[in-house]
C-alpha cells in the first residue's frame, strides 16, 4: 500500500537493549520522517531525512538515532530501549518538505519490558 | 514555539448529523493544510487538504475551510456514518514542517 512498509509490525524487548526499526519506500521520495504515538500527545516527530545520509532532529530525539544510508531505506535505532519509549512508530514519506501530505507506514508497535 | 491547537477533543454526533473539527494555527506564513483520519490499530491517512490560495474544498461528504487572516481551519463532515468513527488530526505546514494537531475522537452514535 502506497510503497512503504516497516518492519517488524511488533517488537517486545528489554530495557536496555538497542533496537532498530526499519522504514522501506519504493517510491523515490526525498524526505523520510520517523514518529511515536502516544495516547493524548499524537504524533510527536523523533527525526527526518531529507536525503542520503542527511538528517536532522525533531522535538524528541533523545535516546534516538537514525540512518540513511540509500534512498529507500531509514532505520530508526534506540541506543537503549527504556520503558518510556514503549510506544507505535510510524514511518513516513513525502515528495516536498511541508508542502505536500506524508504517506504513513502501517507502524511498528513496540514495547519495553 | 509554533503550534497546532485542535478541537474539540472527543466529538459524539448522531449518525446522519453533521460533525465540525476546528483547528488554529500560530504561524502565518503556513500554506498547506492536510487533515488525517487514523481509524483504531491503522496508519494516518490523508482523507483532504487544503492550501492558503484557497478558501474552501469539498470532496464528497467531506470539506475543509481555511480562514487565514483568523488563522485557523476546519473539517466538515456531513451526513456521518459509522465508518466515519476514527481520530482525525489536522495539520499546518510551519517552516516546512507539518505541525500536528492533538486528535479528535469522533465517535457516531447509532
Known amino acids: 500500500d502506497a510503497g512503504i512498509t516497516q518492519s517488524p509490525r511488533h517488537k517486545v524487548t528489554e530495557t536496555g537493549t538497542p533496537v532498530t526499526l526499519r522504514c522501506h519506500q519504493t517510491e523515490n521520495h526525498r524526505y523520510m520522517y520517523w514518529y511515536r504515538q502516544d495516547p493524548g500527545h499524537g504524533l510527536r516527530l523523533i527525526h527526518y531525512?531529507?536525503?542520503?545520509?542527511?538528517?536532522d532532529k525533531g522535538e524528541v530525539s533523545d535516546g534516538y538515532s537514525v540512518s540513511r544510508s540509500k534512498t529507500e531505506d531509514f532505520l530508526l535505532t534506540l541506543e537503549s530501549a527504556t520503558s518510556s519509549q514503549t510506544s507505535v512508530y510510524f514511518c513516513?514519506?513525502?515528495?516536498?518538505?511541508?508542502?505536500?501530505?506524508?504517506?504513513f507506514g502501517s507502524g511498528t508497535r513496540l514495547t519495553v519490558v | 514555539g509554533e503550534n497546532v491547537e485542535q478541537h474539540p477533543s472527543t466529538l459524539s454526533v448522531q449518525e446522519g448529523d453533521s460533525a465540525v473539527i476546528k483547528c488554529t494555527y500560530s504561524d502565518s506564513a503556513s500554506n498547506y493544510f492536510p487533515w488525517y483520519k487514523q481509524e483504531l490499530g491503522k496508519r494516518p491517512q490523508l482523507i483532504i487538504d487544503i492550501r492558503s490560495n484557497v478558501g474552501e474544498k469539498k470532496d464528497q461528504r467531506i470539506a475543509v475551510t481555511l480562514n487565514k487572516t483568523a488563522k485557523h481551519f476546519s473539517l466538515h463532515i456531513t451526513e456521518t456514518q459509522p465508518e466515519d468513527s476514527a481520530v482525525y488530526f489536522c495539520?499546518?505546514?510551519?517552516?516546512?514542517?507539518?505541525?500536528w494537531g492533538a486528535g479528535t475522537k469522533l465517535i457516531i452514535k447509532p
Open positions: 513516513a514519506i513525502s515528495e516536498r518538505r511541508g508542502e505536500d501530505g506524508y504517506t
Open positions: 531525512s531529507y536525503g542520503v545520509k542527511d538528517t
Open positions: 495539520a499546518a505546514s510551519i517552516n516546512y514542517q507539518l505541525i
